[in-house]
């Protein structure tokens, strides 16, 4: 194997464990959502959030590829009304 | 019908101020023309008596104006539609505020419109209610989410409409009619009485024939704000976006030199634009698996909801905390970048001629997903930021279909993209703006 070659493979196996990286976290965080999907309706699901994953990643949005998908420590709330103070400067 | 009502609703006020018009005959006119119109293009789904004990009251800005609303908001007594059934009754709901705002303005309310199930579609497509038709013929798509109120005012069944706004769900189908919408600064006007699809992003919004009709409705809808009265469009300054916009070649040759008229020096934006619309997906995603998961793991929800939803559902949570975070961050780079030196964007919002129903509908025999894509292309991003925008059209294609362009100002400042919007309508379209079309006939024989 030359050297182009193995650069091939490598990305292709790279893109192969990140795929099936992206099935198992999408798949466990549906299951905790009460969703069983057929392996069609799962593939889907995985190619959506790794497209999405790449537009975000393209985008400079460093985000972790993980299962903490805890609400606990979000602060939804807090955000909000720090983006609602955020118009309301411009009102 | 027998009576030629005003275009435009300061019109028919000033009418009805000095006597010229009959309030009663009027109100009976318009109520004929929405129970007309509605059912040959199939766009009421609730219908409402017209009252007309209360007669004209001049000191009322709407008094007399018959209006009609995306079936999203709550009403007296009845919980809404949503493109899903025809709406329930139900004893003790109130009606949401802004219906009840421009109620107390005089304005009519004639019943609800048809909408994209769960305001969930680029396109007005229903699976259980019927979908409602394009006044610009049969064959066109009717855009979505608020899919009723555009063909109801593009085809004169009423002055205006609301709408709501998550992924440009007013200004799809404003701009696939032919005619104005207004998406406003996200929580501006009350959300409360209307279901949310995604309550971060969701804005309501009004549709109109004319610039000066929207203004009519906004202010009494945000009546604290600046009216336009305040503001001179000739001293507001603007700058348009082209570049590394892709746009078809017939698009672009109409409204490139509108940019350039009405935009004094040329901007980028792209870099915000991409990293907004992927944060707004993300968020959309997210809170419509949130909202919608009880009917999604029920088998209950439409496929465009199961679609974005179980996206929602498969993304770590921590992903949708780190998008709110950024928001406001975005937000201001936004405004410091693109507002330095202008007060209103003038922006592209549609980049290909308005498609015929077998190309954006599900199923349709020519389907093509990209056609589809391109209603919302630059739409979502604007929800992110929370930013008011105006839709508007600015010319006609090659086969005379309308083309739509878009005007962006900083929050809370609508009264900018309403003057200016009215002084572009003056100079292309003529001081009434959109006259009433209904195609429908024509399109069936």
């Given at each position: ?49 790794t497209r999405l994953y790449a537009a975000l990643t393209a985008a400079h949005v460093n985000l ?28 | ?166 992924a440009g ?32 992003l ?39 976006w082209l570049e590394n916009i892709s746009l ?19 901007i980028d934006l792209s870099e915000h634009e991409y990293r907004a619309t992927a944060l707004q997906q993300l968020i959309m995603v ?33 992903w949708?905390?780190e998008a709110?975070?950024l928001r406001?961050i975005c937000t201001q780079a936004f405004i410091e970048h693109a ?6 964007l003038?922006l592209p919002l549609?980049v ?21 894509l391109a209603?919302h292309r630059y739409c979502g991003w604007l929800n992110y930021l929370g930013l008011?925008a ?16 878009q005007?962006v ?37």
């Amino acid at each position: 194997m030359n050297k182009t070659d193995q650069k091939d493979s490598q990305t292709v196996n790279g893109e192969r464990e990140d795929k099936h990286a992206w099935h198992q976290l999408s798949q466990q965080l549906l299951l905790k959502n009460q969703l069983d999907l057929n392996e069609r309706q799962q593939q889907r699901v995985t190619k959506s959030l790794t497209r999405l994953y790449a537009a975000l990643t393209a985008a400079h949005v460093n985000l972790e590829q993980n299962l903490n998908d805890s609400a606990r420590d979000l602060d939804v709330e807090s955000h909000k009304q720090a983006f609602a103070r955020c118009l309301a400067t411009y009102r | 019908m027998s009576l030629k009502l005003p275009n435009t609703i300061s019109a028919l006020h000033q009418s009805l101020s000095s006597n010229k018009l009959d309030y009663a005959e009027v109100v009976a006119q318009q109520q004929e023309q929405f129970n007309t119109l509605g059912a040959q293009l199939k766009t009421i789904t609730h219908r409402l008596p017209a009252t007309r004990e209360r007669g004209f009251e001049k000191e009322r800005p709407l008094s007399g104006v018959a209006l009609a609303h995306k079936d999203i908001f709550d009403l007296q007594d009845r919980t809404p539609g949503l493109g899903r059934d025809f709406g329930k009754l139900s004893a003790g709901t109130s009606p949401a505020p802004a219906i009840e705002a421009l109620s107390n303005a005089g304005a009519i309310n004639l019943g609800a419109l048809a909408m994209a199930e769960d305001a969930c579609a680029a396109t007005g497509q229903t699976a259980s209610i019927p979908t409602p038709n394009n006044p610009l013929g049969k064959h066109l798509a009717v855009g979505g989410s608020s899919s009723g109120s555009a063909v109801a005012v593009a085809s004169g069944m009423v002055y205006g409409a609301l709408g709501t706004d998550t992924a440009g769900s007013v200004r799809i189908p404003a701009m696939t009619c032919g005619v104005m919408g207004l998406k406003t600064t996200h929580g501006l006007i009350s959300t409360k009485g209307v279901a949310p699809l995604s309550p971060t992003l969701d804005s309501v919004g009004v549709l109109a024939r004319s610039v000066q009709d929207l203004t009519s409705l906004f202010e009494v809808l945000a009546n604290d704000r600046p009216t336009t009265a305040t503001v001179d469009p000739l001293n507001l300054r603007t700058v348009f976006w082209l570049e590394n916009i892709s746009l078809d070649a017939d698009i672009r040759q109409t409204i490139e030199p509108v940019l350039t008229r009405y935009g004094q020096a040329a901007i980028d934006l792209s870099e915000h634009e991409y990293r907004a619309t992927a944060l707004q997906q993300l968020i959309m995603v997210n809170e419509t698996g949130q909202i919608h998961h009880d009917r999604i793991t029920a088998g209950q929800a439409c496929r465009q909801v199961v679609d974005l939803g179980i996206v929602g559902l498969a993304t770590p949570m921590h992903w949708f905390g780190e998008a709110l975070r950024l928001r406001s961050i975005c937000t201001q780079a936004f405004i410091e970048h693109a507002f330095a030196q202008a007060d209103v964007l003038v922006l592209p919002l549609q980049v290909a001629s308005l498609p015929r129903t077998d190309e954006v509908y599900l199923g349709g025999e020519h389907f093509e997903p990209k056609k589809l894509l391109a209603l919302h292309r630059y739409c979502g991003w604007l929800n992110y930021l929370g930013l008011p925008a105006l839709a508007m059209p600015v010319g006609v294609d090659a086969d005379g279909l309308p083309v739509s362009i878009q005007l962006v100002a900083k929050p809370f400042h609508e009264h900018h993209l309403l003057a200016l919007g009215q002084k572009i309508q003056h100079d292309l379209l003529g001081e009434d703006g959109i006259e009433p079309v209904c195609k429908e006939q024509e399109q069936i024989a």
